[in-house]
Each structure stands twice: as C-alpha cells, then as structure tokens.
C-alpha cells in the first residue's frame, strides 16, 4: 500500500533483523524494497545457526545486499536460540538511539513481546512474514507485509496451463474485493472525517487503515495501490488536489 509511504519521513533509519530459519532468502529484495518505502535501511543482520546447511541458501545474499551475519549456536537440540538474540540485539540498538524503526522478518508469535515493547518506546515497528503468522505477533506491529503478496507475479499462459501438472505455478492467488475489505474502508474513512461528506486524503486513509489491520494490503485483492482498490469499490468519488500538492488524492464517501 504505497500510498501510506508520503505520510512517513524519508529520513528515518530502520533496522532489519531477519530470522534467517523463518524466512526466505530469494525475497530479500522485495524485503528490503517494502522496508524502504518507510525509510533508510541502515542496520542489517540476518540471525541463525552458519554451520548448519540449511543456512546455506542465505551466503549468496549477505555481501551483495550488505547484510551482517549473525552466528547463534544451537545448544538444544530442536530449540531455536535465534529468536532470544535478534531479541537482545534489538534491545542494545534501541538503547543506542541510532534507529528510528525496525523491520523484524519472521513468522514466529515469540517477536511479539518485542515488538510491543518497541512500540512502547515510540519506534515505528513494521513485521514481514507467511500468512500463517499468529496474529498476536501481527497485531503487535504497526505494519505487517506477508511474503506471499511480495512474491512478484507470474503470467499464466497457455503452455504454462498445460505443464501445470509438472511445475506448480508461482502465480499470485487474490481474494475478492469481499465485505470485510469495503466494511474496513468505510471505518478507516470514518476515523478520517469530522462531518459526513468531508474528502480524506490518501494517506491518511492508509494510515487509519493499518491502525485497524497492520496487515491490510491492496496487492491481496490483486490491486497494485489503494487508490485502485478504493476506485474499485464504487462508493467514494476520488480526485486530485493541488493543495497538498500535484500527486496527493482525496477520496469521498459518495
């Protein structure tokens, strides 16, 4: 949802801590791309076990992407340690007062006391993981991305179609533009206006939005922005404005 990007400064300095045994190491450009649409990504760490081979996949990625490699060694079996460190460095960077964000990406509910309790503090928390993510780690994040509407978009064509039986089609499956989405809008809206009939900027819209669902996302319902989505429901006019400037649109419950 790009559009919430103006409403956030440019300027700020966020840190991604990346649980590299909950996450998955070919989306780390769209990771970075959804990070920066907040801010600079200054600090970047990517947590696990570096003698382990599943790790493997993630050294293409380290130097090409300035990522530092954080080594935690597992010291019971089947328990991950990675979780307690990226925890406690995100404490240290805290304190250090060099970051203004942080960007945690993992699917696992044990962030969510951190991310609550940097928040508590006044940082922008933004989370990037799968959609089975437990919504108590969600909901502690002011912004959640799920990596599957990150996944870039593959055409179907015939051939495609056909060996589909061979290849599993990377195409991203959409939801309809169903009743919780329009009923979502209109209370985003609502928090946005003083009297019936005022115009909200889109920005603000987007940011009401993530205070109701951090994990509200137009590429869901198969939408590039919020504007297209909101047009497509057919019950705001939109419009452009020169008041805030040329590329700031209003929307209005018709």
Aim: hydrophobic letters at 35%; a neutral charge.
């Amino acid at each position: 949802m790009q559009e919430a990007s103006e409403n956030n400064s440019s300027n700020k300095n966020i840190a991604m801590l990346i649980d590299g045994d909950n996450a998955q190491p070919s989306l780390i450009e769209e990771m970075l791309s959804e990070a920066g649409k907040y801010g600079n990504v200054t600090v970047r760490r990517i947590y696990g076990d570096w003698t382990m081979s599943s790790m493997n996949s993630w050294k293409d990625y380290l130097h090409k992407h300035a990522f530092q490699p954080i080594q935690q060694f597992r010291y019971t079996k089947g328990k991950n340690a990675t979780d307690s460190a990226m925890i406690i460095d995100a404490m240290d960077i805290l304190y250090a007062g060099h970051v203004d964000g942080f960007c945690i990406v993992s699917s696992d509910s044990d962030y969510t006391k951190l991310a609550t309790r940097l928040r508590e503090s006044g940082l922008f928390v933004m989370g990037i993981g799968r959609k089975d993510t437990p919504q108590s780690f969600v909901k502690a994040c002011v912004i959640f991305t799920f990596v599957e509407n990150l996944s870039p978009d593959e055409e179907e064509t015939p051939e495609k179609a056909s060996n589909s039986h061979k290849t599993p089609s990377r195409a991203r499956t959409h939801k309809k533009l169903d009743k919780f989405a329009i009923n979502l809008l209109k209370r985003a809206y609502e928090m946005g206006v003083s009297k019936e009939g005022e115009w909200v900027d889109l920005s603000t819209l987007a940011n009401n939005l993530y205070k109701i669902e951090p994990s509200f996302d137009s590429r869901e319902y198969g939408f590039s922005q919020l504007q297209l989505l909101v047009k497509a429901t057919n019950l705001y006019d939109v419009e452009r404005s020169r008041l805030k400037g040329p590329s700031q649109s209003y929307i209005r419950l018709k």
